[in-house]
Every structure is written in structure tokens, then in C-alpha cells.
């Protein structure tokens, strides 16, 4: 079973940074993130592939934020700008455990991280 943990949540200012990292136990594929903020669904972020040959971000976070993976240290990070108050969140990491496409079906991933708290304050 693959364990994934996150990191880098914190309290930061709109329009502040932050870089979240989940480092996984051993390989995977599709790697993602998701967010749920209180009494809301959780709603997909950003994903991509084991090659890094695409990645797909939600509407709502795209041109701020950034999926990236280094597989050699088993890790994906979302590198997060121009932070919003409505980007507070818990984020979660999650990971497939065979290829497929950079998708935003949950149901894709079967591996999931803890969770790590982003809160943008105004």
C-alpha cells in the first residue's frame, strides 16, 4: 500500500505563496491534488501524469497554481501564487496505482495523502 503524505500548509496572506509537497512511499502514477474547504465537496485541483507529459488544473486555479513531480524522490508539489481567500482548504495529494491521464475524476486515484490546511486570510 502506498502512503502519501503532505506538506508545506500554512497561514499565508492574499496574494502570498505556498508550496505544498506529498512525498509517496514508493511509485506511482497520476499524481493530484484535491481541496476541500468546510461544508463544501471536495473539488479537484490539478494532476499529472508519471512522465509529466500533461498536466490538467481546474479552472478556478489555473495561471496560479503549478503541478509539478520529481519521481527520482517519489514527491509531487503544487507550487501555489497569488493565493485567494477562497483557496483555504484542506489539500489533499492523492495518486493512481497504474497509468492513466492527468484526469479530475477522484475515482482515479487510489492512494490519498491526510490532508494538509492552506489558509489565505484577506
Known amino acids: 500500500q502506498v502512503q502519501l503524505v503532505e506538506s508545506g500548509g500554512g497561514l499565508v496572506q492574499a496574494g502570498g505563496s505556498l508550496r505544498l509537497s506529498c512525498s509517496a512511499s514508493?511509485?506511482?502514477?497520476?499524481g493530484a491534488w484535491f481541496r476541500q474547504a468546510p461544508g463544501r465537496e471536495r473539488e479537484f485541483v490539478a494532476a499529472?501524469?508519471?512522465?509529466?507529459?500533461?498536466?490538467n488544473y481546474a479552472d478556478s486555479v489555473k495561471g496560479r497554481f503549478t503541478i509539478s513531480r520529481n519521481n527520482a524522490k517519489n514527491t509531487v508539489s503544487l507550487q501555489m501564487d497569488n493565493l485567494k481567500p477562497e483557496d483555504t482548504a484542506v489539500y489533499y495529494c492523492?495518486?493512481?496505482?497504474?497509468?492513466?491521464?492527468?484526469?479530475?475524476?477522484?475515482?482515479?486515484?487510489?492512494?490519498w495523502g491526510q490532508g494538509t490546511q492552506v489558509t489565505v486570510s484577506t
Open positions: 514508493e511509485r506511482t502514477f497520476t
Open positions: 492523492a495518486a493512481s496505482a497504474t497509468y492513466s491521464t492527468a484526469n479530475s475524476y477522484s475515482g482515479t486515484y487510489k492512494y
Open positions: 499529472i501524469t508519471r512522465a509529466a507529459t500533461n498536466t
